[in-house]
């Protein structure tokens, strides 16, 4: 059998999902919205729009390294299990898999949306006759739990800088769980967006042709569409700003004039003064050395380091430490 799924967030557990983080995040303030919820199929095509932006450079430049690095990082590592979180598409997926030579491959793609996991597989395995899918339909902060062993040499992918969306502590317990994933030898290839002039990250989400805007307010769409909520997302302006104390670009939903929101499903109210906003996603940037100390925390080590020559966006390779190496024991190199 060249393709498996297993669902763990059916649409019944994804929306008791939803009624949890939304009671929890409208409930105290700043109110907030996980960014999660952006994704649905119009949310997915705004995303896709953004990525094409000329002032969104994140995508691009990942792409390029990606195709730079790929050759060699395949070669080298020849993975058997590649894992990949978050994959959407699959689309930079396919830069390393087609590098690979032909190579007999596992690949498990661990990502909410069904529909998108099944067409991305199916495009796939038409493509490459040595490839098996065994899909995660679920959450990467609550379903690794469920990725199956590896069936050799492991590479866990984890691109696009999502990292960065993840506060603290979700990121140390996420890089945590991708640390019980790896045995030795085994390799984490990881996207973060990289620490730079103001005014070109704040370019990068507030685009002139107002699409983030536009992907900013549908995440209220979603919440009506899912909880029975009566927001009107064209009552709230877009706002993104970098917060350089925090190292991170904020993205609010600011209301225009006092409103007061019902969600049936919740016997929730929500009274939002005027200029009150919405928190609703975080894009923290790094550099190498917050990168190595971050991975450190999870049990891990950063083995390469590869920036675009303008040090936008790095791909960081990384290894699990040993129990010797975490304990802070001499050991023998790899």
Excluded: C
């Amino acid at each position: 059998m060249r393709y498996r799924v297993e669902v763990h967030a059916d649409p019944h557990t994804t929306l008791k999902t939803m009624a949890e983080d939304v009671r929890r995040g409208l409930g105290t303030r700043p109110r907030s919205l996980p960014p999660k919820y952006f994704y649905d199929a119009a949310g997915s095509q705004l995303f896709e729009e953004i990525t094409r932006l000329p002032e969104y450079y994140l995508t691009r430049t990942e792409d390029a390294l990606l195709d730079t690095l790929a050759p060699a990082l395949m070669g080298r590592l020849a993975p058997d299990d590649v894992v990949e979180l978050g994959s959407g598409f699959s689309l930079k997926t396919r830069r390393l898999l087609g590098a690979r030579g032909g190579r007999p491959l596992r690949y498990t793609p661990v990502d909410v949306d069904e529909s998108t996991v099944a067409a991305s597989a199916e495009r796939l395995l038409a493509e490459d006759p040595a490839l098996r899918v065994h899909a995660i339909v679920g959450d990467f902060e609550r379903h690794l739990i469920h990725v199956p062993p590896p069936s050799g040499r492991r590479l866990v992918l984890f691109l696009g800088s999502t990292i960065g969306n993840l506060d603290d502590p979700a990121r140390r317990a996420v890089l945590g769980q991708i640390r019980e994933l790896l045995r030795r030898g085994d390799r984490l290839l990881l996207g973060v967006d990289l620490v730079k002039d103001p005014a070109v990250l704040e370019a990068a989400y507030n685009d002139a042709a107002g699409v983030t805007a536009r992907f900013n307010r549908n995440i209220l769409h979603v919440v009506n569409r899912g909880l029975g909520a009566d927001f009107r997302p064209e009552a709230f302006r877009h706002h993104a700003w970098y917060n350089t104390a925090e190292r991170r670009i904020e993205m609010h939903l600011v209301a225009e004039a006092p409103q007061t929101v019902r969600i049936p499903r919740l016997d929730l109210t929500v009274r939002l003064a005027a200029g009150e906003s919405i928190w609703t996603e975080s894009s923290y940037k790094f550099t190498r050395d917050s990168t190595r100390a971050m991975l450190e925390t999870a049990g891990l080590r950063l083995s390469a380091w590869h920036t675009d020559a303008g040090g936008r966006f790095a791909l960081a390779l990384a290894a699990p430490r040993t129990k010797a190496a975490a304990a802070g024991v001499p050991r023998a190199a790899a």
